[in-house]
């Protein structure tokens, strides 16, 4: 019986350019940051609803974006004797308290937005409108600083998802604004609140699914088990591959163990090819750090105590 550890794979992951990621987020947080003093400033001056509960959103993702990329610099800290696996898994717990923030700010606003909706203050329909469009302009330009890698990392796309759910925000806050410098029909600030709500809750939901899946390390999405084994039984010198296990370290690296029991014939070098090759197959299934043990012969164990 025999061990290996794939170490050395990592860089194979699909991760993105570190410099760039810092690039991004520090251009994120600054135009988001900037927004929310106007958008804030705008909604106690109109007395609109619907420019401070975007405000108090847009404040929420950049305090997100500032986790995040906490979180990206943290798994550059080489692993310890505490810490085996470095801080690489802050990149899904940042993910995890992101969406329960988001969830957070959903309450207060919907709380909030049902109060004024009995009871409607008048609010600046122009200025909403002006201050809304901009939001436009800036949610849209930092949605797309995330777009190349929205699918590379869950962090990235969660900053892409809620920056681009803010720019449609922003164009329902215009068009609410329009109507109200012409009609005076003052509910729909509240109204469009609660769209915003919804919009925020939607778009949160998938992002509070990952992270907490992966939290708690289950299988991430990228990874098919039953593939993966049926992969790896088609190699010659494989009698059967069992205790499989597979979890994520962080956003965009998974790990696997797994016992494969191999051809008691097999030489030393032939197993040890086996086991490359073995590991080769299993990053082009999105594994990208390996524990494999092999076991010669034709007997097999499968239970869970074995």
Known sequence: MSSSHSHDHHHHAHTVDMSQVNR?????????????????????????????????????????????????????????????????????LVALANAIILLIAIGSIGYEAVQRLYKPEPAQGSIMAIVAGIGIVINAASALLFFRDKDKELNMRGAYVHLAADAVV?????????????????????????????????????????????????????????????????????????HIHAWALSTTVNALTAHIVVNENLTATDEQLLKDNIKHELLHLNIHHATLET???NVLCKEEEC
């Open 295 to 297: 076991e010669r012969g």
């Open 24 to 92: 991004i987020f520090i251009i994120g947080i600054t135009l988001n940051l900037l927004f929310v003093v106007i958008e804030a400033a705008a909604g106690f001056y109109t007395n609109s609803l619907a420019l401070l509960t975007d405000a108090g959103h847009n404040l929420s993702d950049a305090a997100g974006l500032a986790l995040s990329l906490m979180a990206f610099r943290l798994t550059k800290v080489k692993a310890g004797k505490n810490f085996t696996y470095g801080y690489s898994k802050t990149t899904i």
């Open 170 to 242: 922003s164009v329902g806050v215009v068009i609410a604004g329009i109507v109200i410098f012409y009609t005076h029909l003052y509910w729909i600030d509240s109204a469009i609140s609660i769209v915003i709500m919804l919009v925020i809750l939607y778009s949160t939901i998938g992002l509070l699914n990952d992270s907490l899946r992966l939290s708690l390390d289950a299988v991430p999405r990228n990874v098919d088990l039953e593939e993966l084994k049926a992969g790896i039984m088609k190699m010659e010198g494989v009698v059967d591959i069992y």
